[in-house]
């Protein structure tokens, strides 16, 4: 009763930043990603008859605390799908990317758990559920079950049935990539999942950020259909800064970003205006990725590679969906 999966984070193009429903994870609005070769997870769920609780190592340390708890409250998900309730598992993760630092490990995290998970233990599930199942680990993680752009359809139903994401190109249609700026891969302080909350219940922007989401769902797809490069472009940056501009509007306020991430982002469109196309989109913490065509490569990262306070950068194609290995 022993699989290992392998699992890519995505990069939210339009973003999910809130949930009507917690407990089971549904979102409030539909968000479109593409998937990274990378960076990723590889994890290992071995369910053994003679343990008497899960244990759960991360890059090879002993894991207890908050990261423990979502891993079993995931694996009690399993077990009762399988009606194996008193089953307990060694799960062994290795992160090929930074741990909660705002790079998405929540995302090839819980996607790499579920599949090892659900396969270790003979549930034989579709993507379809593998990624509702996935949702429920971390939203952005269930479009990790797919390679390329997915979208997750935020769905209507109270149970979350109708919650799950759907591919929208393969990793094979369009060769954009994604320079991964690292500014710090110090554990952020506000975690995604709290920050969201806190915008969701108090900030003034909020309504105005669910307002724009239709025409930006519609405008990035349209993109990726005619491999338009500036206007998945435009669409993913403006996105983004609507995105953060709902922090500042929180009680209490906060926001994601350093003075260097600003540098980052002033670069970005500066280079735009000497006639490289280049685009920012930052997720929940201060590293910027930036979404270039691989002509400008080289310019790319050496304009990123010059910027002081960029400790790395680590350039990124379209990656594969989950693997068994
Ligand atoms: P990130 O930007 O890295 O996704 P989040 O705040 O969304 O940051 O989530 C980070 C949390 O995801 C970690 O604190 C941990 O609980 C969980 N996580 C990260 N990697 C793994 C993994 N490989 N297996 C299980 N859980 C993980
Ligand atoms: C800003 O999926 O990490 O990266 O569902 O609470 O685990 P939980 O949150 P998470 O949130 C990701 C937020 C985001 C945007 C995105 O990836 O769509
Ligand atoms: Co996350």
Known sequence: MKATAKAH????????????EEKIILPTNNSLSLTLDGFYTTTTVDFQEELSADIFTLNDQSISGVQYDQVTKFLDLIRKSAGKDNLFAHVKSINEVPTAAGFASSASGFAALAAAG????????????LSRLTRQGSGSACRSVYGGFAEWEMGKKADGSDSYAVPIAPADHWDVRVAAVVLTAKMKKVSSREGMKRTVDTSAFYSGWLDGIPQDLKQLKEGIKHRDFE????????????MHATTLGANPPFTYWLDTTMAVMQTVQAMRANGILAYFTIDAGPNVKVLYLPENEKSVEKTLRDIPGVTDVRLSKPGQGITYL
């Open 118 to 129: 659900s396969k270790a233990i003979g549930l034989g599930l579709s993507d379809q559920e």
């Open 9 to 20: 984070t995505n990069i939210a193009l339009i973003k999910y930043w809130g949930k009507r």
């Open 231 to 242: 206007k998945v472009g435009q669409t993913a940056e403006a996105n983004c800064l609507k």
